[in-house]
């Protein structure tokens, strides 16, 4: 399932592809890289996952990438009203 994929703390988004979602464990494959630990979300049409990478290894596609999700959203326009604020989010530096 295509998906974008974007560090919380900055940047673009990145496209990925959503492997499997087990328990708390969202599986993508990504042409980007992550740090471990880095919060990420993960969002398409429909839902909206936000965790922490704990896996991120090179494999023939690209990088497969395990994110521990602390919170999922379902619902469209819960969905639309968070991306929304992570657009608008003042970056880390400048709470200071």
């Known amino acids: 399932m295509p998906a974008q994929i974007t560090a919380l ?32 979300k993960v969002e398409n049409a429909a839902s909206l996952w936000m965790g922490e990478v704990w896996i991120c290894e090179p494999d023939v596609a690209g990088f497969s990438i ?22 608008q989010a003042p970056k880390a530096e400048h709470l200071a």
Not at 9 to 38: D, H, M, W, Y
């Open 9 to 40: 703390n900055s940047g673009p988004s990145f496209a990925c592809e959503i492997q499997s979602f087990e328990g708390s464990t969202l599986k993508v494959r990504s042409s980007a890289a992550f740090p471990l630990r880095t919060s990420v």
């Open 66 to 87: 395990e994110i521990e999700v602390s919170q999922v959203l379902r619902d469209l326009p819960s969905v639309e009203r968070m991306a929304g604020r992570f657009r």
